[in-house]
Protein backbone atom coordinates (compact mmCIF):
# COMPACT_ATOMS: atom_id res chain seq x y z
CA UNK A 1 0.00 0.00 0.00
CA UNK A 2 1.06 3.52 -0.88
CA UNK A 3 1.94 5.73 1.80
CA UNK A 4 -0.45 8.33 2.90
CA UNK A 5 -4.17 8.58 4.60
CA UNK A 6 -6.71 6.02 3.26
CA UNK A 7 -9.65 5.95 4.15
CA UNK A 8 -12.70 3.68 2.65
CA UNK A 9 -15.46 5.93 1.77
CA UNK A 10 -19.27 4.71 2.54
CA UNK A 11 -20.36 3.40 -1.12
CA UNK A 12 -23.79 2.36 -2.77
CA UNK A 13 -24.03 0.54 -5.42
CA UNK A 14 -26.77 -0.26 -7.87
CA UNK A 15 -26.22 -2.55 -10.27
CA UNK A 16 -29.43 -1.88 -12.56
CA UNK A 17 -28.55 -3.74 -15.78
CA UNK A 18 -25.30 -5.72 -16.99
CA UNK A 19 -22.58 -3.18 -17.61
CA UNK A 20 -24.51 -0.30 -16.10
CA UNK A 21 -23.81 0.75 -12.62
CA UNK A 22 -25.24 3.70 -10.45
CA UNK A 23 -22.83 4.00 -7.42
CA UNK A 24 -23.04 6.77 -4.36
CA UNK A 25 -20.01 7.83 -2.94
CA UNK A 26 -19.65 9.82 0.79
CA UNK A 27 -16.21 12.23 1.47
CA UNK A 28 -15.36 11.30 4.71
CA UNK A 29 -16.59 13.73 7.05
CA UNK A 30 -18.00 16.30 4.68
CA UNK A 31 -19.54 16.65 1.38
CA UNK A 32 -18.26 17.74 -2.05
CA UNK A 33 -17.69 21.42 -2.82
CA UNK A 34 -15.98 20.35 -5.85
CA UNK A 35 -15.11 17.39 -8.49
CA UNK A 36 -12.07 17.59 -10.12
CA UNK A 37 -12.52 16.16 -13.48
CA UNK A 38 -12.29 12.23 -13.75
CA UNK A 39 -9.31 9.88 -15.80
CA UNK A 40 -9.86 9.06 -19.27
CA UNK A 41 -11.04 5.01 -17.71
CA UNK A 42 -13.41 6.69 -15.28
CA UNK A 43 -11.45 5.02 -12.69
CA UNK A 44 -10.51 8.01 -10.27
CA UNK A 45 -11.40 11.55 -9.63
CA UNK A 46 -10.02 14.18 -7.00
CA UNK A 47 -12.64 16.37 -4.64
CA UNK A 48 -12.50 19.38 -2.61
CA UNK A 49 -14.42 18.92 0.53
CA UNK A 50 -16.87 21.29 2.40
CA UNK A 51 -14.59 21.06 5.32
CA UNK A 52 -11.35 23.05 3.25
CA UNK A 53 -9.97 19.48 2.71
CA UNK A 54 -8.93 17.40 -0.58
CA UNK A 55 -9.07 13.73 -1.58
CA UNK A 56 -8.03 11.56 -3.97
CA UNK A 57 -10.23 8.72 -5.20
CA UNK A 58 -9.51 5.47 -6.96
CA UNK A 59 -11.75 2.21 -7.89
CA UNK A 60 -9.39 0.14 -5.67
CA UNK A 61 -8.23 2.32 -2.93
CA UNK A 62 -11.29 4.43 -1.91
CA UNK A 63 -10.35 7.92 -0.79
CA UNK A 64 -7.37 8.78 0.29
CA UNK A 65 -6.93 13.10 1.70
CA UNK A 66 -4.28 14.67 0.06
CA UNK A 67 -1.30 15.64 2.14
CA UNK A 68 -0.13 19.11 2.60
CA UNK A 69 2.83 20.96 1.15
CA UNK A 70 5.23 21.30 4.05
CA UNK A 71 4.88 24.88 5.00
CA UNK A 72 1.32 25.05 4.30
CA UNK A 73 -1.87 24.45 6.32
CA UNK A 74 -4.66 23.84 3.63
CA UNK A 75 -4.22 21.97 -0.20
CA UNK A 76 -7.19 22.21 -2.96
CA UNK A 77 -7.11 20.61 -5.84
CA UNK A 78 -7.99 21.76 -9.06
CA UNK A 79 -7.32 19.54 -11.69
CA UNK A 80 -6.51 15.88 -12.88
CA UNK A 81 -4.48 14.44 -15.64
CA UNK A 82 -6.53 11.61 -18.00
CA UNK A 83 -4.25 8.70 -16.50
CA UNK A 84 -5.03 10.14 -13.24
CA UNK A 85 -1.31 9.95 -11.99
CA UNK A 86 -0.94 14.13 -12.02
CA UNK A 87 -3.27 16.54 -10.04
CA UNK A 88 -3.03 20.80 -10.03
CA UNK A 89 -3.03 21.64 -6.28
CA UNK A 90 -3.51 25.04 -4.29
CA UNK A 91 -1.75 25.02 -1.09
CA UNK A 92 -2.95 28.17 0.96
CA UNK A 93 -1.32 29.32 5.01
CA UNK A 94 -3.68 30.35 7.50
CA UNK A 95 -1.15 32.86 8.94
CA UNK A 96 -0.83 34.60 5.43
CA UNK A 97 -2.42 35.16 2.20
CA UNK A 98 0.41 33.43 0.26
CA UNK A 99 -0.34 30.39 -2.02
CA UNK A 100 1.49 28.16 -4.28
CA UNK A 101 0.69 25.83 -6.74
CA UNK A 102 1.86 22.48 -6.92
CA UNK A 103 1.96 19.21 -8.83
CA UNK A 104 0.65 16.40 -7.12
CA UNK A 105 1.71 12.80 -8.28
CA UNK A 106 -0.38 10.07 -7.09
CA UNK A 107 1.84 7.31 -7.44
CA UNK A 108 4.65 8.54 -5.37
CA UNK A 109 2.36 10.43 -3.30
CA UNK A 110 4.84 13.37 -2.94
CA UNK A 111 4.24 17.38 -4.41
CA UNK A 112 6.63 19.18 -6.74
CA UNK A 113 5.76 22.90 -5.72
CA UNK A 114 5.80 25.25 -8.46
CA UNK A 115 7.93 28.16 -6.54
CA UNK A 116 6.57 32.17 -6.18
CA UNK A 117 6.70 34.43 -8.77
CA UNK A 118 8.44 37.08 -7.87
CA UNK A 119 7.86 36.41 -4.23
CA UNK A 120 4.31 36.60 -4.95
CA UNK A 121 1.78 33.88 -5.02
CA UNK A 122 0.76 31.45 -7.78
CA UNK A 123 -2.23 29.56 -8.41
CA UNK A 124 -3.37 26.61 -10.02
CA UNK A 125 -6.27 26.66 -12.00
CA UNK A 126 -6.51 23.42 -13.90
CA UNK A 127 -3.49 20.57 -15.50
CA UNK A 128 -3.44 19.70 -18.71
CA UNK A 129 -5.18 15.98 -20.43
CA UNK A 130 -1.39 14.46 -20.29
CA UNK A 131 -0.26 16.14 -17.16
CA UNK A 132 2.64 18.42 -18.55
CA UNK A 133 1.62 22.46 -17.70
CA UNK A 134 -0.84 23.91 -14.78
CA UNK A 135 -2.66 26.68 -15.93
CA UNK A 136 -2.15 29.42 -13.14
CA UNK A 137 -2.80 33.07 -11.81
CA UNK A 138 0.14 35.02 -10.93
CA UNK A 139 -0.06 38.01 -8.39
CA UNK A 140 1.15 41.22 -9.31
CA UNK A 141 1.57 44.59 -7.57
CA UNK A 142 0.68 47.56 -9.83
CA UNK A 143 0.45 51.20 -9.32
CA UNK A 144 -3.15 50.74 -9.19
CA UNK A 145 -3.70 48.07 -6.55
CA UNK A 146 -3.25 43.97 -6.98
CA UNK A 147 -3.97 42.55 -9.90
CA UNK A 148 -3.42 38.53 -11.33
CA UNK A 149 -2.59 37.66 -14.40
CA UNK A 150 -2.50 34.63 -16.27
CA UNK A 151 0.69 32.07 -16.43
CA UNK A 152 1.33 28.24 -17.02
CA UNK A 153 3.70 25.92 -15.57
CA UNK A 154 5.81 23.14 -16.79
CA UNK A 155 7.60 21.33 -13.71
CA UNK A 156 10.74 21.34 -14.24
CA UNK A 157 10.76 25.03 -15.77
CA UNK A 158 10.12 28.62 -14.84
CA UNK A 159 6.73 29.73 -14.41
CA UNK A 160 5.65 31.37 -17.46
CA UNK A 161 3.40 34.95 -17.31
CA UNK A 162 1.44 35.24 -20.41
CA UNK A 163 -0.84 38.46 -20.00
CA UNK A 164 1.03 41.70 -19.25
CA UNK A 165 -1.97 44.60 -18.21
CA UNK A 166 -1.16 48.36 -16.93
CA UNK A 167 -4.72 47.50 -15.61
CA UNK A 168 -5.59 46.16 -12.32
CA UNK A 169 -7.32 42.77 -13.05
CA UNK A 170 -8.12 39.65 -11.65
CA UNK A 171 -7.94 36.68 -14.21
CA UNK A 172 -9.39 33.37 -13.06
CA UNK A 173 -7.41 30.73 -14.85
CA UNK A 174 -9.66 27.34 -15.22
CA UNK A 175 -7.80 24.85 -17.76
CA UNK A 176 -5.43 24.35 -20.02
CA UNK A 177 -4.67 22.28 -23.26
CA UNK A 178 -1.47 20.02 -23.63
CA UNK A 179 0.34 22.64 -25.73
CA UNK A 180 -0.39 25.51 -22.71
CA UNK A 181 -2.72 27.27 -24.20
CA UNK A 182 -4.74 28.77 -20.91
CA UNK A 183 -8.51 29.29 -20.91
CA UNK A 184 -10.23 31.71 -18.34
CA UNK A 185 -11.94 34.72 -17.74
CA UNK A 186 -11.30 38.35 -16.70
CA UNK A 187 -12.70 40.69 -14.04
CA UNK A 188 -12.17 44.14 -14.56
CA UNK A 189 -13.97 47.54 -14.31
CA UNK A 190 -17.08 45.56 -13.40
CA UNK A 191 -16.96 43.34 -16.19
CA UNK A 192 -16.30 39.82 -16.64
CA UNK A 193 -14.99 38.51 -19.80
CA UNK A 194 -14.03 34.83 -21.59
CA UNK A 195 -10.41 34.67 -22.70
CA UNK A 196 -7.80 32.26 -23.65
CA UNK A 197 -4.12 32.92 -23.33
CA UNK A 198 -1.03 31.05 -25.08
CA UNK A 199 2.32 32.99 -26.35
CA UNK A 200 1.23 35.41 -28.37
CA UNK A 201 -1.27 37.13 -25.47
CA UNK A 202 -4.79 37.07 -24.63
CA UNK A 203 -7.56 36.31 -26.74
CA UNK A 204 -11.12 37.84 -25.39
CA UNK A 205 -13.98 35.28 -26.77
CA UNK A 206 -16.37 37.14 -28.82
CA UNK A 207 -19.95 37.48 -27.05
CA UNK A 208 -23.21 38.05 -27.97
CA UNK A 209 -24.68 42.00 -27.06
CA UNK A 210 -21.80 42.24 -24.87
CA UNK A 211 -23.04 39.39 -21.85
CA UNK A 212 -20.52 38.59 -19.27
CA UNK A 213 -19.12 35.16 -20.18
CA UNK A 214 -16.92 32.60 -18.31
CA UNK A 215 -14.40 30.16 -20.34
CA UNK A 216 -14.37 27.28 -17.41
CA UNK A 217 -13.21 24.38 -19.51
CA UNK A 218 -10.36 23.93 -22.87
CA UNK A 219 -10.24 20.60 -24.82
CA UNK A 220 -6.83 19.20 -24.85
CA UNK A 221 -5.93 20.25 -28.27
CA UNK A 222 -7.08 23.39 -27.43
CA UNK A 223 -10.08 24.09 -30.23
CA UNK A 224 -12.83 23.83 -27.88
CA UNK A 225 -13.40 25.98 -25.21
CA UNK A 226 -17.09 25.62 -22.83
CA UNK A 227 -18.54 28.02 -20.38
CA UNK A 228 -21.05 30.56 -20.14
CA UNK A 229 -22.50 33.58 -22.11
CA UNK A 230 -24.91 35.81 -20.49
CA UNK A 231 -27.29 33.07 -18.75
CA UNK A 232 -26.53 30.76 -21.17
CA UNK A 233 -24.29 27.50 -21.14
CA UNK A 234 -22.07 28.44 -24.86
CA UNK A 235 -18.91 26.95 -26.12
CA UNK A 236 -16.51 28.47 -28.66
CA UNK A 237 -14.83 26.32 -31.18
CA UNK A 238 -12.28 27.69 -33.09
CA UNK A 239 -13.66 30.91 -31.02
CA UNK A 240 -16.48 30.99 -33.05
CA UNK A 241 -19.58 31.20 -29.82
CA UNK A 242 -21.88 28.74 -29.51
CA UNK A 243 -25.26 28.43 -27.34
CA UNK A 244 -26.76 25.51 -26.02
CA UNK A 245 -30.41 25.07 -26.32
CA UNK A 246 -31.71 25.92 -22.89
CA UNK A 247 -33.76 23.22 -20.47
CA UNK A 248 -37.09 24.25 -19.57
CA UNK A 249 -37.79 25.23 -16.25
CA UNK A 250 -33.85 26.37 -15.75
CA UNK A 251 -32.97 30.11 -16.75
CA UNK A 252 -28.89 29.74 -16.20
CA UNK A 253 -26.69 26.86 -17.39
CA UNK A 254 -23.18 26.49 -17.25
CA UNK A 255 -20.96 24.00 -19.53
CA UNK A 256 -18.22 22.95 -16.85
CA UNK A 257 -17.11 19.42 -18.52
CA UNK A 258 -16.37 17.51 -21.94
CA UNK A 259 -15.46 14.36 -22.79
CA UNK A 260 -12.05 13.72 -23.96
CA UNK A 261 -13.26 13.50 -27.89
CA UNK A 262 -15.40 16.60 -27.41
CA UNK A 263 -18.26 14.36 -28.02
CA UNK A 264 -20.18 15.06 -24.77
CA UNK A 265 -20.63 18.28 -22.91
CA UNK A 266 -21.77 19.03 -19.57
CA UNK A 267 -22.40 20.87 -16.47
CA UNK A 268 -24.92 21.92 -14.43
CA UNK A 269 -27.99 24.75 -14.24
CA UNK A 270 -27.78 26.70 -11.10
CA UNK A 271 -31.09 29.04 -9.57
CA UNK A 272 -31.44 31.49 -6.39
CA UNK A 273 -29.79 27.56 -4.60
CA UNK A 274 -27.05 25.90 -5.71
CA UNK A 275 -28.77 22.78 -3.86
CA UNK A 276 -31.42 23.72 -7.24
CA UNK A 277 -29.18 22.87 -9.81
CA UNK A 278 -29.42 19.89 -11.92
CA UNK A 279 -26.62 17.89 -13.77
CA UNK A 280 -27.10 18.35 -17.86
CA UNK A 281 -25.34 16.52 -20.58
CA UNK A 282 -25.06 17.05 -24.85
CA UNK A 283 -24.69 15.30 -27.13
CA UNK A 284 -24.91 15.00 -31.31
CA UNK A 285 -27.58 12.49 -30.70
CA UNK A 286 -29.39 13.69 -27.83
CA UNK A 287 -29.36 17.34 -27.36
CA UNK A 288 -29.72 19.17 -24.40
CA UNK A 289 -31.07 16.88 -21.56
CA UNK A 290 -31.00 16.46 -17.81
CA UNK A 291 -28.33 13.55 -17.37
CA UNK A 292 -30.46 12.00 -14.98
CA UNK A 293 -33.14 11.66 -17.44
CA UNK A 294 -30.68 10.66 -20.01
CA UNK A 295 -29.67 8.00 -17.64
CA UNK A 296 -32.98 6.23 -16.20
CA UNK A 297 -33.95 6.01 -20.38
CA UNK A 298 -30.65 4.07 -20.61
CA UNK A 299 -31.81 1.62 -17.95
CA UNK A 300 -29.90 3.40 -14.73
CA UNK A 301 -31.71 3.97 -11.44
CA UNK A 302 -30.77 6.80 -10.31
CA UNK A 303 -32.02 7.25 -6.37
CA UNK A 304 -31.29 10.77 -6.03
CA UNK A 305 -31.43 14.32 -7.86
CA UNK A 306 -27.83 14.93 -9.76
CA UNK A 307 -26.77 18.28 -9.19
CA UNK A 308 -23.76 18.45 -11.58
CA UNK A 309 -21.61 16.97 -13.85
CA UNK A 310 -18.50 16.83 -13.33
CA UNK A 311 -15.99 14.41 -15.68
CA UNK A 312 -17.08 12.28 -18.46
CA UNK A 313 -14.57 9.23 -19.15
CA UNK A 314 -13.07 8.80 -22.40
CA UNK A 315 -14.61 6.10 -23.40
CA UNK A 316 -18.61 8.07 -22.62
CA UNK A 317 -19.61 5.78 -20.81
CA UNK A 318 -18.51 6.63 -17.03
CA UNK A 319 -20.09 10.08 -15.52
CA UNK A 320 -18.99 11.59 -12.37
CA UNK A 321 -20.85 14.55 -10.40
CA UNK A 322 -22.79 15.61 -7.33
CA UNK A 323 -25.98 14.74 -5.97
CA UNK A 324 -28.01 17.14 -3.92
CA UNK A 325 -28.05 14.88 -1.64
CA UNK A 326 -24.30 15.68 -0.43
CA UNK A 327 -22.67 12.98 -2.02
CA UNK A 328 -20.77 11.99 -5.17
CA UNK A 329 -22.33 9.90 -7.63
CA UNK A 330 -20.40 8.32 -10.32
CA UNK A 331 -22.54 6.29 -12.84
CA UNK A 332 -21.70 3.77 -15.52
CA UNK A 333 -23.69 2.79 -18.68
CA UNK A 334 -23.45 -0.44 -21.22
CA UNK A 335 -23.13 1.59 -23.93
CA UNK A 336 -21.29 4.56 -24.77
CA UNK A 337 -22.60 7.97 -26.30
CA UNK A 338 -22.69 7.75 -29.73
CA UNK A 339 -22.47 11.22 -32.20
CA UNK A 340 -20.04 13.13 -33.58
CA UNK A 341 -17.86 15.66 -31.75
CA UNK A 342 -18.98 19.19 -31.20
CA UNK A 343 -19.75 21.16 -33.31
CA UNK A 344 -22.02 19.29 -36.24
CA UNK A 345 -23.80 20.52 -38.94
CA UNK A 346 -26.80 18.24 -37.99
CA UNK A 347 -27.42 20.14 -34.73
CA UNK A 348 -26.17 23.42 -35.11
CA UNK A 349 -28.01 26.54 -36.82
CA UNK A 350 -26.78 29.78 -37.15
CA UNK A 351 -28.42 32.55 -35.28
CA UNK A 352 -29.17 36.34 -36.77
CA UNK A 353 -26.85 37.70 -34.20
CA UNK A 354 -23.71 35.47 -35.92
CA UNK A 355 -23.34 33.06 -32.93
CA UNK A 356 -24.66 29.32 -33.50
CA UNK A 357 -27.15 28.02 -31.36
CA UNK A 358 -27.29 24.23 -30.66
CA UNK A 359 -30.78 22.74 -31.63
CA UNK A 360 -32.44 20.23 -29.55
CA UNK A 361 -32.84 16.22 -30.15
CA UNK A 362 -34.20 13.46 -28.05
CA UNK A 363 -32.43 10.02 -29.28
CA UNK A 364 -31.19 8.28 -25.94
Not at 14 to 42: K, N
Request: glycine share 10%.
Amino acid sequence: MKPGNLLLSFCCLATTALGQTFELLQVPDAAPRSIVGLSADGSSFAVEASDQTSWFWSSTEGFRQVPLLPGYSQAFTTGISQDGRYLSVRNLKSSSPTRQASRFDTTAWTHEPSGLFNDRSTTPGGISRDGSVLAMEVQEVLPSGISTSAARWRPGQQIEQLVFSQQTQLDIATGVSNDGRVSGYRVRSGSMRAFVADNSGSTELQTIDGSASKALAISSNGQVVVGQIGNAAAAWVNLTPMLFDPLQGFDTMLATTMSPDMVIVGGRTKLESDLASRAWMWSENTGTILLQDFLIARGVTVPVPLRRLDGISADRRTFVGATTTGQIFRATIADPVSGGPIPSSATFSVMAIGSIWVSRRRRC
